[in-house]
């Protein structure tokens, strides 16, 4: 039965029955078409158009489904030279069976080669779930193959399977096309849309690039327009066309949408103001500490001090406040001690201040004297006994030591008198 199916879809190939389609993919911001999903479509003969569900599924059960892989891989490349100046990459979707596929990245690049095509303009679309049908090290294998020939994968169906969040960090992937099911009821769901802002603020970490499809009305786009996602891809702006169709619509080069730049900050939602607060706080301080006063711990949450400052990302503060005396030049030695210590800022919450200020100054390995000032809020912790901190410190500026010499005295007076403490 089944060498009897794959033969009725290896003649309907040869009839052009079976076709490639194409469905845009616009960039968020700008609307622009930026690159397109190559979906197979059976063109019966007598004009009805079949959807892959119900062939895709059967073919899928053995490694038949390779035979149409390779055509719609090889349909993408036509189509590439075709489109010329107005080329865009076209993603392909491939099974399962080709992470198990013997040299399946070296029979791509012999393909892009046999058209000329760079291998930018070629993706390949793998779901979540074919992954998960192998061990780690064989799609990790496969993977950094396909990568390493310049080839962008990217995971389909995001989101809907359960693949680790770790499996995906290892992993050379470009781009994470969320699964179309979360955008369901217009992303209403509260339980929805905090998935969402998870995967999302996931992928931003791992500075992977992200695709909805599925996209079907403005309330969807508007939310992941909040969601600082890449590319959109759905009815509300193109069905998969037939391949006349795109190539008319990727030369015209129309916008359907387009987000207004000036507009960026008013449509960010919580998670890209918060992550975009927070880059801003890391740049204007060079050196963030989250601490518990009483358990005597601390643990670096943000450094970008100099080369060659040890501070170990985590340990205990009174460790780390000798440490740090020690390097102080001999005048601010105390004032470290009467403000920064544990026992001076326990002393401080104490006294009722939630904000401590302070000045020092540091001598470095290579002969410099840094200025420093930090900033430490108290907070009191929200289910133990405990005080937290949360330190901020930049670096004010940074001398040669001799220079620096004949103005210690005058400096450090001066210091004593900024480092301050209010509530
Ligand atoms: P997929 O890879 O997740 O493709 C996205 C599906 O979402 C496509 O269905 C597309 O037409 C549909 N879609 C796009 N925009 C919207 C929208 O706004 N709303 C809704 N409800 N759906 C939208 P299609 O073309 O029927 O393909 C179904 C599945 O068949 C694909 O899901 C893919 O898994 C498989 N498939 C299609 N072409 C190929 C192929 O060449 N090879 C393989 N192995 N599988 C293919
Ligand atoms: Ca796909
Ligand atoms: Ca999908």
Redesign the pocket.
């Known amino acids: 039965m089944r060498a009897a199916f794959i033969d009725k879809v290896v003649s309907a190939i040869e009839n052009k029955e079976i076709r490639a389609f194409y ?1 845009p993919q616009y960039d968020a911001n700008s609307g622009r078409l930026v690159s397109a ?4 479509r059976w063109v019966k003969a007598d004009g009805t158009v079949v ?3 119900s062939f ?1 599924p059967r073919l ?1 059960t053995s490694q038949d ?1 390779n035979i ?2 390779w055509f ?1 891989a090889e349909e993408a490349c036509k189509t590439i030279l075709e489109l010329g100046d107005y080329a865009v990459p076209i993603g ?4 399962r069976w080709h992470v198990k596929e013997p040299d399946f990245a070296r029979k791509l690049q012999s393909l892009l080669a046999a058209y000329g095509v760079p291998p930018k303009m070629l993706e390949v ?1 793998i ?1 979540e779930s074919a992954l998960s049908n192998a061990s780690f090290e064989e799609v990790e294998k496969w993977a950094y193959e396909v990568a390493d020939i310049g080839i962008n994968i990217a995971i ?2 995001f989101g809907s399977g359960f693949t680790s969040l770790q499996f995906v960090k290892d992993m050379p992937v470009t781009y994470l096309k969320i699964d ?1 099911s979360f955008l369901r009821d217009n992303c209403q769901d509260d339980r929805g849309r905090g998935t969402l802002e998870t995967v999302f603020y996931f992928a931003q970490r791992l500075g992977l690039k992200t695709i909805a ?4 009305t403005m309330e969807q786009l508007k939310f992941m327009q909040s969601m600082d996602c890449n590319k959109i ?4 702006f193109s ?2 066309l037939k391949k006349e169709d795109f190539l008319v619509i990727a030369m015209m080069d129309e916008m359907p949408f387009k987000a207004d730049d000036n507009e960026y900050v008013r449509r960010q939602g919580t998670l890209s103001s918060h992550s975009l607060l927070l880059k801003t706080i890391k740049k204007e301080y060079q050196l963030i500490i989250f601490g518990n006063l009483y358990k005597n711990s601390y643990y670096v949450m943000s450094e970008d001090l100099r080369e060659g400052f040890n501070a170990y990302t985590a340990g205990v503060i009174d460790d780390m406040t000798d440490a740090s005396i020690e390097l102080c030049i001999p005048e601010d030695k105390k004032i470290y001690r009467d403000n920064l210590s544990r026992e001076a800022l326990i002393e401080a919450y104490n006294n009722g201040k939630s904000r401590v200020e302070c000045t020092i100054r540091q001598r470095t390995e290579d002969g410099m004297i840094e200025t420093y000032h930090t900033v430490i809020y108290l907070y009191p912790h929200t289910n133990q006994d405990d005080i937290v901190m949360v330190g901020l410190t930049k670096i004010v500026n940074s001398v040669k030591e001799k220079v620096l010499e004949g103005a210690l005295i005058s400096r450090s007076e001066n210091s004593i008198n900024t480092n301050k403490t209010c509530n």
């Not at 499809?213 to 079907?216: C, N, S």
């Open positions: 469905q999903e190559a979906l197979v959807s892959p569900d895709i899928e489904i149409l892989d719609m392909v979707n491939f099974s679309e779901t389909d169906d179309k499809e599925g996209v079907e891809q759905g009815y509300l069905h998969p």
